[in-house]
């Protein structure tokens, strides 16, 4: 699980910078439409804990750009997206696809 800040504190937009020196800026392209397509997940409800996971769709569209982003060096995208793919049925996708449902 990664936890990537953005919206705010983008500067220029599209962009981060980590500190502590921040010399090392990441591109945020697809986070918001990732973050706008998310679905809410209920952690607990005392206290209530709710929280955005983005969609299997977004993750494979976030590993593209980044994978875009940094090629060659970012070979692990590739990796990622290869098993996104291979196993898109059997996240629960296999009666979407047959059925015909958006």
């Known amino acids: 699980m990664d936890l990537i800040p953005f919206g705010g504190i983008e500067a ?6 980590w500190p502590p020196e921040f010399t090392h800026v990441m591109s945020t ?3 918001q439409d990732a973050l706008t397509t998310s679905q809410t997940c209920r952690v607990r409800t005392t206290p209530d804990l709710e929280i955005q996971i983005v969609s299997i769709v977004g993750i494979a569209a976030l590993k593209l750009l980044s994978w875009a982003d940094g090629y060659p060096e970012r070979r692990k995208d590739a ?3 290869q098993f996104i793919l291979t196993h898109y ?3 629960g996708q296999s009666e979407r696809i047959w059925d015909g449902r958006d």
Not at 12 to 17: K, W
């Open 12 to 17: 220029p937009v599209g962009t981060i910078r």
């Open 29 to 31: 392209i697809g986070f």
């Open 79 to 81: 990796i990622d997206l």
């Open 89 to 91: 049925l059997d996240a």
